[in-house]
């Protein structure tokens, strides 16, 4: 049988989603404790990979098991599991799927959001990248509209990155403030490595008067990543919101 699991996480401690040797990762810290529990071998695979220090509002797993999970059943496991992981990985919901419902490949629309705090913050250090100074928003609203005209994005890819396309589709890009902080938000159907934030130091550079909106351009029809602005820290990022079909339930 196999279920979905809808979590949230800091990513703080944590070398990103995906389990590797000798560092501690999502992925294998809540796969060791279903293990346990459930006393069968479960393996997860996830939505996506966030990197050492993302975050994730929410995120999407799944896993197949030989048991057939009643409705009790799950609420009792998602009960047991935010008992014994940290506080900062909290189980949101286990539910049935179909057979064939993938977690990373069932996804039609994955949202991210990077925050930007405009004063020192002792509280928002871990969730938030500081720039101290002044930022054209307006401007940077007009990059991201500007972006949202191109598929292509080899010029915000991880260089080392094995993806076969670097063809996105975005459908949403923009910039919100709320008092001293600055949101980020982007929704596509699918996101290159440090995509997100490479374009946010790109943006952060057009917003600084480091670079015009027809540098921008240049930028992303280079399609080298050297061209463009360098990447913002991973502490300001967060997986927003995953979208699936409702079919995906049976």
């Avoid at 060791?32 to 220090?53: F, H, I, P, Q, Y």
């Avoid at 972006?147 to 670097?166: E, H, L, R």
Wanted: charge should be positive; aromatic fraction near 10%.
């Amino acid at each position: 049988m196999r279920y979905f699991i809808r979590l949230s996480y800091d990513g703080t401690s944590y070398h990103g989603w995906q389990a590797q040797k000798n560092a501690i990762s999502i992925q294998k810290v809540i796969s060791d404790a279903l293990s346990m529990m459930l006393k069968e071998n479960v393996s997860l695979a996830g939505c996506g990979r966030t990197d050492t220090g993302v975050h994730a509002r929410e995120y999407f797993a799944h896993m197949d098991l030989e048991k057939d999970l009643t409705r009790i059943q799950a609420d009792k496991l998602v009960f047991k599991l935010n008992s014994y992981l940290g506080k900062d990985i909290a189980i949101r919901q286990i539910f049935r799927v179909r057979p064939d419902a993938h977690a990373r490949f069932s996804a039609t629309l994955r949202t991210y959001q990077y925050h930007i705090t405009l004063v020192k913050d002792p509280f928002l250090v871990n969730q938030s990248f500081y720039h101290y100074g002044p930022i054209d928003i307006d401007i940077m609203n007009r990059g991201a509209e500007l972006i949202m005209k191109y598929s292509d994005f080899t010029s915000f890819s991880k260089v080392d990155s094995d993806t076969k396309t670097k063809i996105c589709k975005i459908s949403h890009a923009g910039w919100e403030r709320s008092g001293n902080l600055l949101v980020f938000t982007i929704s596509a159907d699918r996101f290159l490595r440090n995509m997100v934030r490479a374009i946010v130091g790109t943006l952060l550079d057009l917003g600084t008067d480091k670079m015009s909106l027809r540098d921008l351009k240049l930028v992303i029809e280079a399609k080298n990543r050297s061209d463009a602005g360098d990447s913002v820290p991973a502490c300001g990022l967060f997986l927003h919101h995953v979208n699936y079909p409702e079919e995906i339930t049976g």
